[in-house]
């Protein structure tokens, strides 16, 4: 079974630095974008980063590039995203999903547009106060 299991969400200020962790298994990696989203109340959900393990390739929406970091550890079958410099508008239910199009999650960062993913995992709240 395909599992996604997000954490590390919490409450920090602004200019605070947060890593979320994923334990993603189930699915053959090399195969996958793994990616993380995120979705402030009332709005869709917002592509944050992805990661591909075939090629090491990351994408960053355009709203986090410079701040944010993915990584993975293949071993430990772990994603990570280190979040820096945090806003108030970075706050959100932060998930992590995976999905064999590769070639549409790493749009999905890009374009701002949601296209869907095939697997998701539970959320981690990220709080950040002005």
């Known amino acids: 079974d395909v599992q996604l299991q997000a954490s590390g969400g919490g409450l920090v200020h602004t200019g605070d630095s947060l890593r979320l962790s994923c334990r993603a298994s189930g699915f053959p990696w090399d195969d996958y974008a793994i990616a993380w989203f995120r979705q402030a109340p009332g709005k869709l959900h917002e592509g944050v980063a992805c990661?591909?393990?075939?090629?090491?390739?990351?994408v960053y929406g355009n709203s986090v590039k410079g701040r944010f970091t993915i990584s993975s550890d293949r071993a430990e079958n772990m994603v990570y995203l280190e979040m820096n410099s945090l806003k108030p508008e970075d706050a959100g239910v932060y998930y992590c999903a995976a999905d064999e199009d590769i070639s549409k999650t790493r749009t999905t960062m890009t374009s701002g547009l949601y296209y869907g993913m095939a697997y998701w995992g539970k959320g981690t709240q990220v709080t950040v106060s002005s």
């Open positions: 990661i591909t393990t075939v090629d090491g390739g990351v």
